[in-house]
């Protein structure tokens, strides 16, 4: 039997429309499912919808409809939204599902008769926003910490599941099991957490506050409280306990969300297994916040970005690779759509796009769009060897993707990008084309662009569904998603067979421009257009780079490289600097002068010759100025 990948986001409470934060998780978790099924595995994808509580009932009172068409409607703005996100889900659980509200039943029986589960009178301070009790410790100036309104005091009586009682077991687990939570910053989050003694958690609400709930199987004036509701939804979508769906991938759960439900994920729901006798998860893996101006976006606060919008005015596509691309996973990052249209046209225009192009239309002008017989034996002298490069690519790729650092296995694959697109300058077949002594040489490198954009089309299927099947049809290669795109595939070089057809070159990414958002609709036509800048970064980010000034002590042109030359830079010690330069200055001309030098960029090889560090200069062509200093300093000076 295949080995099992089984893979949840967390049900979305349906109190309000999806925004980006909750594309982000599911794109995350679409992502990792088509990963796993490359590679083999047997995979179930669960997402779905929270549709309990005060919250629905208020709202869908405020609309004069029942809670659950309110619910109706909300969830199917969610599932309508994966669909046009390309979202392949396994299943879409609700948590008023029948058979779920069984289960709830089911396990609360389960505990209630182990004896985890007491009543007991209660009066604390509740948040009636958040539909729960505060400690007078985490209030924040006396108020909720998340809606900044103090709670009211209330008397109750509830009912209480017995988590102190597995404290120091979960601590134990967690601590022999050091990737049950994963990225690391939040085990030892959860872990401080539990330093602290564990109140016992309160289950249950009277119906006579609320009633849109499942009743508790052991006393139906209560209806259970959110999370007893809301974590079984991992084992209910199975059919727990006795259906095949349930034997064949629980435990072998993935877990993802977000930061702000570590909690119930890493201390509330391991506990609720314990207590009810089954097994736990294998991982829960955690991701940041998506912020607009520092401040997380939630539906809460109202500072959501629709993306439904995103889809429609820049495609599914661009803007899947842009949320897996631009956030580092575990951390936070800050939402802009500057930063989304610089990278489709940085990444995906210019690095994918051309080079997908240029590549076919080369095979259609040599080889009449035929993939040509080749052997590597014919490539021209180079340094860069993009069979080995797709090997690495591949292994690093996986090695990323199989714990959600879906940004650092897409760097990999652009590495591989752009190397091959280095290796169409350096190889210039458009100059093998006019020897026909050279015609081997020439099928060689056209093979192997074809065969490295391959495997890039099987690398960027995860993420980019529909621009991996484009790619691989272009490439000749048709079928079912299954057959067409197995990780086994990517990791042998050569598969591409001879006298393929290929397609004509086609466009994948057009350019785009930042659409014209309300914000600016009404800014003078004159004004200056606005400029693409990267991303942010933080004074840590930038304090790693090393700049030095340093004084060219000798310049000469490298053979056979039109733009690039070969520089001695004296940084404090001497440094070889290879520098696209050469269209813009003559060696002379930099010879005596004072240039900045990035001192701590890793040695690359750039046609022969190993290059320690980069100058910093804007080039375009001819036009050049290299960045200087203003009076003359000691070589090796930082500049900060
Ligand atoms: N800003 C965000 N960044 C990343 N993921 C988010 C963000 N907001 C919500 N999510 C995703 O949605 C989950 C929480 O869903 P929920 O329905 O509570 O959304 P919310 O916008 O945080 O709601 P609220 O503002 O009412 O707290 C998170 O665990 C995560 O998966
Ligand atoms: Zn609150």
């Not at 879409?92 to 709830?104: A, G, P, S």
């Not at 505990?111 to 985890?116: L, P, V």
């Not at 897996?324 to 046209?345: H, K, P, T, W, Y």
């Not at 890793?602 to 190993?610: D, I, N, Q, S, T």
């Amino acid at each position: 039997m295949p080995d099992c990948f089984y893979i949840t986001t967390p049900i979305y409470y349906v109190n309000a429309k999806p925004h980006l934060g909750h594309a982000y998780t599911t794109i995350m978790a679409d992502v990792a499912a088509r990963f796993h099924a490359m590679a083999g595995k047997k995979v179930f994808f669960l997402t779905g919808t929270d549709e309990h509580g005060d919250k629905i009932m208020k709202a869908a009172a405020a609309r004069g409809v029942s809670p659950k068409a309110y619910a109706d409607t909300i969830s199917a703005l969610f599932r309508d939204l994966w669909t046009e996100l390309d979202i392949g889900y396994s299943h879409f659980i609700r948590t008023t599902d029948e058979n779920h509200k069984q289960v709830v039943s089911r396990v609360l029986a389960a505990i209630y008769e182990a004896g985890d589960i007491y009543f007991s009178e209660y009066e604390g301070l509740y948040c009636f926003g958040c539909e729960r009790f505060y400690t007078e410790r985490e209030l924040v100036n006396g108020k909720c910490p998340d809606h900044d309104t103090p709670p009211e005091r209330i008397q109750e009586a509830n009912y209480f599941f017995k988590m102190s009682k597995y404290q120091q077991w979960l601590i134990d687990h967690i601590t022999d099991n050091p990737d049950f939570i994963r990225p690391e910053g939040y085990r030892t989050e959860i872990l401080s957490f539990l330093k602290e003694p564990l109140d016992d958690l309160c289950i249950s609400r009277p119906t006579s506050r609320l009633d849109w709930g499942i009743p508790l199987p052991f006393d139906d004036r209560y209806v259970t409280y959110v999370w007893f509701d809301a974590l079984l939804n991992y084992v209910s979508a199975l059919g727990y306990p006795d259906d095949d769906r349930y034997m064949t991938f629980w435990p072998a759960v993935q877990h993802l969300t977000a930061k702000d439900i570590i909690k119930p994920h890493g201390i509330y729901w391991p506990i609720m297994l314990k207590a009810a006798g089954i097994p736990l998860y294998n991982h829960l893996n955690v991701h940041g916040f998506w912020q607009i101006e520092s401040c997380k976006m939630s539906k809460s606060l109202g500072n959501v970005v629709n993306p439904l919008d995103m889809k429609n005015t820049y495609g599914t596509d661009a803007f899947r690779y842009f949320l897996c691309r631009e956030m580092s996973f575990g951390l936070d990052a800050g939402f802009s759509e500057e930063a989304l249209v610089q990278r489709i046209n940085a990444d995906l225009a210019n690095d994918l796009g051309n080079l997908f192009s240029r590549v076919l239309a080369m095979t259609a002008k040599y080889f009449k769009n035929r993939v040509p017989a080749a052997d590597d034996a014919n490539l021209p002298p180079c340094d860069i060897d993009i069979g080995a490069l797709a090997r690495t690519t591949v292994a690093a790729y996986e090695a990323q993707m199989a714990t959600f650092h879906m940004n650092r296995a897409l760097a990999a694959v652009w590495d591989l990008i752009s190397a091959m697109n280095r290796f169409i300058d350096y190889s210039a077949p458009w100059t093998l084309a006019k020897d026909p002594a050279k015609a081997d040489a020439l099928a060689a490198v056209i093979y192997t662009l074809l065969e490295g954009l391959r495997i890039v089309a099987g690398l960027v299927y995860p993420v980019m569904p529909g621009t991996g099947k484009t790619m691989m049809a272009h490439l000749g290669l048709d079928g079912p998603d299954s057959e067409l795109f197995r990780l086994e595939d990517f990791k042998q070089w050569g598969r591409l067979v001879p006298d393929t057809v290929v397609a004509k070159p086609a466009s994948l990414f057009p350019r785009v421009e930042l659409a014209p958002s309300t914000d600016n609709a009404c800014a003078p036509e004159d004004a200056p257009p606005a400029i693409a800048f990267a991303p942010e970064i933080d004074i840590d980010a930038f304090s790693k780079v090393d700049l030095r000034v340093g004084t060219v002590t000798a310049a000469e042109k490298i053979p056979k490289a039109r733009k690039l030359l070969k520089l001695t830079v004296d940084i404090g010690e001497i440094r070889t600097v290879v520098a696209g330069l050469a269209e813009a200055y003559a060696p002379e001309d930099l010879v005596g002068r004072q240039v900045v030098i990035v001192a701590n960029l890793k040695p690359a090889v750039l046609m022969g010759v190993e290059s320690h560090g980069m100058v910093l200069a804007a080039v375009d062509g001819k036009n050049g100025i290299t960045a200087t200093v203003d009076k003359p300093a000691p070589p090796g000076t930082r500049l900060k």
